[in-house]
């Protein structure tokens, strides 16, 4: 297990920036593959976009060209900067882990706990 912390989240306008952070504990961070997931009102939760131990990222279409996801192994936090916001990326924006590629991870694969969450709020 991992214990994740996300923060960053806001009301940003339409066409606005946020960055969102997730701080992680314990040493194997640097060994992990990690991701943001989001899951707005009524929907499913989804993975957003991931990042290798190698720096391999992957984003879902809907995000793509948008969001840029980086890792800080030296602080053990993940970044999530997003940019060109719309009111459809509107939600709970989650980070967690796993030990293979999360786009190829099962949910028994995660190492973390889905816990607050960071929500994100894109409205004029």
């Known amino acids: 297990q991992v214990q994740l912390v996300e923060s960053g989240g806001g009301l940003v306008q339409p066409g606005g920036s946020l960055r969102l952070s997730c701080a992680a504990s314990?040493?194997?961070?640097?060994?992990?593959?990690m991701g943001w997931y989001r899951q707005a009102p009524g929907k499913q939760r989804e993975l957003v976009a991931a990042?290798?131990?190698?720096?391999?990222?992957n984003y879902a279409d809907s995000v793509k060209g948008r969001f840029t996801i980086s890792r800080d192994n030296a602080k053990n936090t993940l970044y999530l900067q997003m940019s060109s916001l719309k009111p459809e990326d509107t939600a709970v924006y989650y980070c967690?882990?796993?030990?293979?590629?999360?786009?190829?991870?099962?949910?028994?694969?995660?190492?973390?706990?889905w816990g607050q969450g960071t929500q994100v709020t894109v409205s004029s």
């Open positions: 967690n882990a796993a030990q293979i590629p999360l786009f190829v991870a099962t949910q028994s694969e995660l190492l973390g706990s």
């Open positions: 314990g040493s194997i961070f640097s060994i992990l593959s």
């Open positions: 990042v290798t131990t190698g720096g391999r990222t």
